[in-house]
């Protein structure tokens, strides 16, 4: 994993702060704080393209939607494919929950 070269006593720290948020309000707020909107947007478009590369959406139709470069889809689908299964592992869990989540 990329992230190893990252890993220690900092990075568990900020792991830990999001582990231990409640709810989305808390994520709201905690983000707001720790990140600028670029940073924000750009996550949340890396989530999307994810879940659209998924779905089997084309490039030009997540490109469309997403307004993502056809840099950030292939990067993402390069994690799809040969990286960790962190987004598989998100996009299956969100799927689960959707439910739930169109009642918030």
Known sequence: MQIDKLRGEQLDELFDA???LKDREECYRFFDDIATMSEITS???RLLVAKM???GRTYHAIVEESSASTTT?????RCL?????????????????EPENEQE
Not at 73 to 77: D, G, Q
Not at 81 to 97: C, F, P, S, W
């Open 53 to 55: 590369l998924n779905e």
């Open 18 to 20: 999001i582990l231990s």
């Open 81 to 97: 494919t040969y990286g960790n299964d962190g987004y598989k592992m998100v996009l299956e869990r969100l799927e689960k929950n």
């Open 43 to 45: 996550l949340a478009q």
């Open 73 to 77: 889809i292939s990067r993402v689908k």
